[in-house]
């Protein structure tokens, strides 16, 4: 049987494998690039909350000044030309209990503000910055292949001497070589955060080229987000003739006759439908750790010989924060401040404080309202608070465990931050918190790391895990690999790696049918079915099976409206499995979003990713109470036609909480409904009491009888799991709210 056949397949969408996949494309290879989520991005990716935009992972990018090799890709991809690069007011604000210290771009300008401020250490501030920006300027010709590093081994105190000399120390051990002032070191490292959780075990090489590019090239942010870069980048492959699928998740990588030869994989929401493609050469932009995983065993071991000895980086924790105001106006003044513990009074507390307690670990707060960021509305805010976390933290905790826990720790850092900003918590509109489980559920990174590797001296470099693996043809890209985590590091491993590849792909034309895309589907019919609501209907994709009351991922292609929004939203699905159609209601809004979908007409084609979701009765045997409120009612039509199915015979409720009746979804079709011991309560808060456990009591007299299946506004739902669960005749595990998105 024939595959279809690529020059290259990268596994993987985050920037490493974006910039891989881009580079080969533009010189006219085959490509075929691979990534699990339905956003593309991995690190590199925005979500929307409310009237925010979240940045998930950027918050500045360092360089795009003369020496930076960034510069270069950058042309070459065409990056400058179609994404607004932005860059930030300054390199960091650093405050401590007795230190306010602002660190300014530019060389000159950064060494006369720390001379300003240590005056008695002015000697040696000029030597270390010296001495980092000489790093610096000998990476770019340093050997990226590991046999030329070995034949260059023997001159490289002659033709490398400031990275040798660097190599022989961590940063904390070169700090405490040049300074005796605790705060001084601890401001030249604030942002060790970027990169590491100890200046002991930091590798002053990789610290140096990172810091001497924010100091001398200044720091940028990408505006709207970076999940601009990564859908530029995913445009470029596709208009360069290469492909891009989402929600595809690869399962093994095949070796034959000890060379990787292709890819089989699955789709990441249906495990069952699976698909095997060839290519001339394998490109992994997931963790390499995952990878090994991938190989066969004798594959295995050969790479984990090479890797199973290197440690992983911290992680982060990120609170995502929408402001109702211009916080600004509160007194935040810089874009990212690193507060300093009072605890920490040298860089030797560094590490300890970082696995420390929540209420004392130092961390960061950016402000992205400082620049035109355009992830807020005009008068709003949107920050981030972040620090150093690690898996163990959270792991062994039950559902609602981790839940709690989330909380406790967002008031613990929202009430730091409203300690140095007076007032700032109770302009919160939204938060968010992600950990390092959340980081570990979205990419796969073993440990929650978007780092990879540690950058220790012994892992950093020549130590580094370099770009080709000692499986033939298998190649590597990203954080995992040379020369390293962050924005830059990925970026520069993919066009590295491209480099690499390109040079031994032979030229033999390939003519196999590429694979395709099967979740692009067609809108066979629209229909308003109330009050400022409509409802879609699909054509099913190919072997898409779902379970009554799950949702899927619904995403517009081109939509015309774009501004503060996402082109995809999680959707309940309105119709039933048996159906040979897919169905999705909702309400229109402002969003852009909901401004395109009043846009779409018949034959206008959208992709679907799923199914998704466990709101399913599938294991109900008691009496069901459905309890919603407006657009919620959307996974109960189809949950009900499965109870009809199954000739389900336990008392069956649904109560239907509505402002009006014109704005209730589906109304009509309830009160029609023939299902036995089925009884319809709407409930029209215009002239009518809100549902809660009294009103509920009226028609439910034995609540143990019951499931509850609740589904609505975020507070809708928490009142009434809190008045339920008060309810001493009833079981927590039959109180199911929808999870819905």
Known sequence: MSYPQYDAIIIGGGLGGLVSAATLSKRGKKVLLLEQHYVIGGCATTFKRKDFIMEVGLHEMDGLYERDIKNDIFDYLDIKKNVDLLQVPEVYNFKSNDLDFVLPHGHDAALNALVEKFPHERKNIEKFLLFMDAILSELPSFPVDKWKQYLNLPFMPLTYPNVVKASKKTLGEWLDHYFDDDNLKLVLQANLLYYHDDPYSMSMIYFSAAQTSYISGGGYFIKGGSQKLSDYLKEFIEENSGTVLLGQKVKNIIIENKVATGVVFQDAFNPNNTKKVSGKKIIANCAVPVVKKMLPNEEAIKLGKKIDHLKPACSLLSIYIGFKSDIKKLGSKYYSTFFNSSSVKNINEIYANANGDYSERNYVFVDYSQ?????????????????????????????????????????????????????????????????????????????????????????????????????????????????????????????????????????????????????????????????????????????????????????????????????????????????????????????????????????????????????????????????VSGIGITPILPLLMELKEKEYKEPIYLFYSNKTEESAAYHEDFLKMKLDNFNYVPVFTSKEKRIDSNFLNEYLHQWGDFHYYIVGSSEFSKSLVKQLSCNPFIEQKDIKVDDFG
């Not at 302009?427 to 780092?451: D, H, M, Q, V």
């Not at 692009?520 to 099913?540: D, G, H, M, P």
């Not at 072997?543 to 409206?561: C, K, R, S, T, V």
């Open 371 to 627: 620049i035109d960021s355009e992830l807020a509305p005009q008068n709003k805010s949107f920050g981030v608070i972040c620090c150093a976390d690690y898996l163990k933290n959270w792991e062994n905790l039950s559902p609602e465990e981790y839940k709690i826990k989330k909380e406790e720790v967002s008031k613990i850092f929202i009430d730091r931050l409203n300690d140095h900003i007076p007032g700032i918590a109770n302009e919160i509109e939204y938060y968010e918190l992600a950990t390092s489980k959340t980081i570990n559920r979205y990419t796969g990174n073993p440990f929650g790391t978007p780092y990879g590797f540690a950058q220790t001296p012994n892992q950093s470099g020549m130590g580094r895990n370099p770009l080709q693996s000692p499986v033939k043809n298998l190649h590597f890209a990203g954080a995992w690999t040379f020369p390293g985590g962050g924005f830059t590091g990925a970026i520069i491993s993919g066009f590295l790696c491209a480099n690499q590849v390109d040079k031994s792909i032979n030229s033999k034309k390939l003519t196999n049918s590429n694979v395709q895309d099967n979740r692009l589907v067609k809108l066979i019919e629209k229909k308003n079915i109330a009050q400022n609501t409509v409802e879609l209907v699909y054509e099913k994709p190919d072997n898409f099976d779902y379970d009554a009351g799950q949702y899927a991922i619904l995403e517009l292609i081109d939509p015309p409206f774009s501004n503060l929004d996402v082109p995809h939203r999680p959707l309940s699905i309105v119709s039933h499995p048996s159906e040979n159609k897919i169905k999705f209601t909702m309400r229109y809004s402002n969003s852009s979003f909901k401004k395109s979908i009043s846009e779409l007409i018949v034959n206008d084609y959208s992709k679907i990713y799923g199914p998704l979701g466990k709101f399913t009765v599938k294991n109900a045997t008691k009496g069901i109470a459905f309890i």
